[in-house]
């Protein structure tokens, strides 16, 4: 499967942004999807990964109540819905694919850069 995540941009402190991540393949709904984010001198990190079949989430701590994260199998897109945007969560995001039969995310977009400032 490939990926294309688009959407970033700047914003300011307290506003919001949606990305999305569009897939190819016929067989979208048979993988779990997920965002991760790699800020400027870190280490990539998990953010936000969704179920292939029941729609389950699970959210890393510190964006957990302002991130959402939504797919849509009709469309072959994932979106990450942020809100409540701070500074630190400035970051190139990539959406990332794992198939059900694999163990690890082995797809990835090639990231969309969100900046949050004033």
């Known amino acids: 499967v490939q990926l294309q995540a688009f959407g970033g941009g700047l914003v300011q402190p307290g506003g919001s942004l949606r990305l999305s991540c569009a897939a190819s393949?016929?067989?979208?709904?048979?993988?779990?999807m997920a965002w991760f984010r790699q800020a400027p001198g870190k280490e990539r990190e998990f953010v936000a990964r969704?179920?292939?079949?029941?729609?389950?989430?699970d959210y890393a701590g510190s964006v957990k109540g302002r991130f959402t994260i939504l797919r849509d199998n009709t469309k072959n897109t994932v979106y990450l819905q942020m809100n409540s945007l701070e500074p630190e969560d400035t970051a190139v995001y990539y959406c990332?694919?794992?198939?059900?039969?694999?163990?690890?995310?082995?797809?990835w977009g090639q990231g969309t850069l969100v900046t949050v400032s004033s």
């Open positions: 990332a694919a794992r198939s059900i039969t694999e163990p690890t995310y082995a797809y």
């Open positions: 393949g016929r067989t979208f709904s048979r993988y779990y």
């Open positions: 969704i179920g292939w079949n029941d729609g389950s989430t």
